[in-house]
């Protein structure tokens, strides 16, 4: 007595994912923060006031109306300055995983489509670019570019295209063998065209998923690159640098390493929870 | 047999050696900026520079500055640091024990832990242990060991303030080292505040590092120990009379173990490189802590030095891996 | 004579994801102490879950239903845990179907044989592996000093099945279930190892079930017989009497299925569809029964 019910739009499915729904509301919470950040801060984030220097949050005797969370060493407001970070991290996210996942994608269909020899020099230079550390990889390849976020993306892209070339090239294996493709060889489209026409799109939904996670992945490495002192310079609001000054004073301002802290945890989390979400909606036999 | 095995295992480690030493020195004479400018500062004069250039042989080609360091390498010179200007091999010999006692504790923990995990998780299959087991795993993975490392910091630092988030050892005591290996030497030297104080320094860090090996680790061998205990030998144990516990622990772990140890053997090198962070993170003196000054500071020497280290490091790791996997698995051992 | 075991009115389901699906309709088997006892049918009658049960290896999802397992006076159903497994290895034991998986890849031989002496004989290590070299040498393997230090790999397949018999033995146990034990080897080292199983039968008295599909090996081994299809026994008898006269129209089917080369003429015919469709609806009729019986 089984029903055929016409299959449910992908809108309805993902509103009734939780955790897709979790992720897109951190997604678009963080979007939100950014774009509004202007507003949002109460104050300047680059704005210095030594007679404010570790002030408390409000709710303390010595708390301050105005500044919240209490402020850092140089008397900056610690809720500006990771308003402002989320900035930073979002661009990095959007940007680096972008390219990452533009680079793995082109890579991993020539690996997949045309195998042989092209499949063989990729996969081996996926194969051994994923056994080292991410960490000392990005550290590294700073050291070589240079220090700043142009620097940090471009690390993030060389170490994680992978992530993209590995599964795409897979995919399109599969997606080769199967009818529609060959029958696209028969009615005589091109290899290009095959490529962009045929197999492409159905690698998107696929793609989405990667994206997602791999934007968490982004933020984790610049705020570790920034923490380090490697990206942006380091009186520029990031998560990376407050979580470094909120390291240093950690028993003065606590909540200059809390708040960051937590919006990280939130990010990835979240970006974590809408990409595991979002495979669930799209193929959901493969479960995990 | 299998000691050749093994020792053509390690030979063959060698041409990768070559090659990262080969790939390191280009990568990092392509590097911008000239590190004698930065090491000078603005009061230098020309000759100052160009004499500190041939100092460290920056002055000639390219080629014959690698066949000069090839040299060197092979007669186990590092060169000397350009900032700290003290010999490379000297400071990675004085740091690497620190970072290899916490390595070897983060380990020690995620293995033991880990294996627990995957033990429990097993005898208890479809129940509530294994669910919870399961979703402790989930979170354990889906957050970065970076992250972990912080929020420890965070609750166990300040919000109740019980655990020591900074050094290696508590300033006031005080204890002069030969090896710097301080845990077990200050054990065989009878100074067991100093390893307790050690121990106690090392367990946030060495948590923190041990968490993703052993989520990743205990996800695997649970899994392949459900499918070891549905094998004909685990039936005919059980039919023997054990019960499901030595089954697991008697027949399937061992089995278990060998795609676990394979399947993991990634995660450990990742291990060893988030040590680079988290030793930054816990102002541990260690290799890691050094790495990241020495890129501030673009001090070539020691950069490559360091990375060579963490080189031999990873092959080490990898044979050893290797080896575990020929003590376990009897029919390798005649391959 | 005594039967060592009695098994009534044993049923036995399958459930899955809110299936369920009967296995064992009301089994009814005694095995006297001393003889060897086979069980046939066609893959898929019940025969190994049978086994299985009195095992306790049943897969997750069996269930049993009701019915008793009454081994020397006791219900083995009804016993504690620790007490079944005190039983299991020193009364009874198994010799299992495939000797390629039945033994553990990653343990020597005399470690694998060494676990029901050091666990039910109290045994310490050093007399377990003595013991386990005599045991070697009763099932006739060559060089059993050496045979205790290798792995099951170095062995082959009659070996290990020699292994699995010494091991079923080693206790000197009251009942043996062998589950389509010389299934995997081919004939003539099948025709080996039936003949050693029998020698320690008679040695030790040991009952044996014995499982098989194939009336041949039955001929050769067992006292007795009962045939199984559709979770039900047909009919149980002696093994002289079912080959000269089968009561049950199965039987006689099967007979006439089984390749005989005793008599000049090989009369091979396949059981009918019709029979066997006979006996499934008899078997739907069965739960038709309880389901009415529960309800009522």
Excluded at chain 1, 153 to 160: P, R
Excluded at chain 3, 150 to 169: C, D, K, N, T, W
Excluded at chain 3, 258 to 273: C, E, L, M, S, V
Aim: charged share 15%.
């Amino acid at each position: 007595m089984v029903n055929v019910r016409p299959d449910p739009s992908f809108v309805y499915r993902i509103c009734h994912e939780p955790r897709a729904v979790f992720g897109l509301f951190v997604l678009c919470v963080l979007t939100v923060i950014a774009l509004t950040a202007p507003w949002l801060a109460p104050h300047d984030p680059l704005e210095q006031d030594l007679l404010y220097s570790f002030l408390p949050p409000t709710w303390y005797p010595q708390g301050e109306g105005s500044y919240l969370l209490g402020t850092d060493n140089l008397g900056r407001d610690i809720i500006s300055r990771t308003v402002y970070g989320t900035r930073i991290a979002l661009v990095v996210a959007v940007v680096a995983a972008s390219l990452a996942c533009l680079l793995g994608t082109v890579l991993g269909l020539l690996a997949g489509y045309f195998g042989g020899k092209v499949d063989l020099v990729i996969s081996r230079v996926v194969d051994i670019w994923m056994s080292f550390p991410a960490v000392l990889l990005s550290i590294v390849l700073v050291a070589v570019i240079g220090a700043g976020l142009h620097a940090v993306i471009i690390a993030i892209v060389i170490i994680d295209w992978t992530r993209f070339c590995r599964v795409v090239r897979a995919e399109t294996m599969v997606q080769k063998e199967l009818d529609y493709v060959a029958s696209g060889v028969t009615i005589g489209l091109s290899r290009i065209q095959l490529l962009l026409n045929e197999i492409l799109p159905n690698l998107v939904p696929l793609l989405i998923v990667l994206l997602s996670m791999e934007m968490g992945i982004a933020i984790v490495v610049e705020t570790i690159l920034s923490f380090v002192g490697l990206s942006v310079a380091s009186d520029t609001p990031s998560w990376g640098n407050l979580i470094q000054e909120g390291r240093q004073y950690i028993h003065q301002v606590p909540w200059l390493l809390g708040l960051p802290v937590f919006c990280l945890i939130f990010s990835v989390v979240g970006l974590n929870a809408l990409g595991d979400g979002l495979k669930q909606v799209i193929d959901p036999v493969s479960r995990r | 047999m299998t000691t050749r095995y093994l020792l053509n295992r390690l030979l063959l480690a060698l041409p990768t050696l070559f090659g990262v030493v080969t790939v390191v020195f280009i990568l990092l004479r392509v590097v911008p900026g000239d590190p004698i400018a930065m090491m000078t500062g603005p009061g230098a004069t020309p000759e100052d520079i160009q004499h500190l250039r041939a100092h460290y042989g920056l002055d000639r080609s390219l080629s014959a500055q690698f066949v000069i360091y090839l040299g060197q390498l092979a007669m186990g010179d590092l060169g000397t640091s350009i900032s700290l200007r003290q010999d490379v091999g000297e400071l990675i010999l004085g740091r690497l024990p620190v970072t290899l006692e916490l390595t070897v504790f983060a380990m020690l923990i995620a293995i033991g832990c880990g294996v627990c995990l995957a033990i429990v998780g097993s005898y208890w299959r479809s129940r509530w242990p294994e669910a919870i087991i399961d979703s402790v795993i989930g979170i354990i993975v889906a957050i970065p060991d970076f992250l972990w490392a912080l929020a420890f910091i965070l609750i166990l630092g300040v919000v109740i303030p019980v655990m020591p988030i900074f050094g290696r050892l508590d300033l006031a005591l005080e204890y002069q080292s030969y090896t710097e290996f301080y845990l077990i030497e200050s054990a065989l030297r009878g100074r067991f505040d100093v390893t307790g104080s050690v121990l106690w320094h090392m367990i946030l860090p060495g948590v923190a590092l041990a968490l993703p090996l052993m989520a990743v680790g205990a996800r695997v061998l649970k899994s392949s120990l459900n499918v070891e205990m549905t094998q004909d030998y685990a039936a005919l144990a059980h039919t023997k009379g054990f019960s499901r516990l030595q089954v697991i622990l008697k027949e399937a772990l061992r089995n278990a173990l060998i795609p676990a140890v394979t399947l993991t053997g990634v995660q450990l090198t990742f291990l060893i490189g988030g040590t680079v962070l988290i030793e930054r993170i816990f102002g541990y003196p260690g290799l890691g802590n050094m790495a990241i000054d020495a890129v501030i500071n673009r001090d070539l020497p020691l950069i490559q030095g360091i990375i060579i280290t963490f080189a031999i490091i990873f092959i080490l790791v990898n044979f050893l891996i290797d080896l575990i996997n020929t003590i376990l698995n009897p029919r390798l051992r005649d391959g | 004579m005594s039967a060592i075991l009695k098994i009534s009115q044993l049923s036995l389901c399958l459930r899955y994801a809110g299936i369920s699906e009967r296995i064992l309709r009301g089994i009814s088997l005694a095995i006297d102490s001393g003889e060897v006892h086979g069980l046939v049918g066609e893959s898929g009658a019940g025969k190994s879950i049978l086994g299985q049960t009195i095992l306790d290896i049943l897969p997750r999802i069996a269930v049993i239903e009701s019915g008793t397992i009454d081994f020397d006076g006791q219900n083995l159903l009804r016993l504690a845990p620790t007490q079944r497994r005190g039983l299991l290895g020193s009364e009874i034991a198994l010799i299992p179907q495939d000797p390629m998986t039945a033994l553990n890849p990653v343990r020597r031989i005399g470690q694998q044989l060494a676990d029901t002496l050091v666990l039910h004989l109290k045994l310490n290590r050093k007399d377990a592996l003595d013991r386990a070299c005599e045991l070697l040498e009763e099932v006739r393997i060559k060089h059993p000093r050496r045979a205790l230090r290798q792995y099951p790999h170095e062995l082959s397949g009659g070996m290990r099945q020699r292994v699995l018999i010494a091991i079923a033995f080693s206790c000197k146990p009251r009942l043996i279930v062998a589950d389509e034990s010389t299934t995997a080897l081919d004939v003539s080292v099948q025709r080996q190892i039936l003949r050693l199983i029998r020698e320690l039968q008679v040695s030790s008295g040991t009952s044996i079930l014995f499982i098989t599909h194939d009336l041949g090996v039955v001929a050769k081994i067992c006292d007795r017989v009962s045939i199984i299809h559709s979770g039900r026994i047909l009919e149980s008898d002696a093994v002289k009497r079912i080959f000269s006269m089968p009561e049950h129209e199965y039987t006689r089917a099967l007979l006439k299925a089984t390749p005989r080369y005793d008599h000049g003429k090989h009369q091979f015919r396949p059981i009918p569809k019709a029979l066997i469709s006979t006996l499934q609806l008899e078997a739907k009729e069965y739960d038709r029964r309880i389901r009415d019986s529960v309800d009522a």
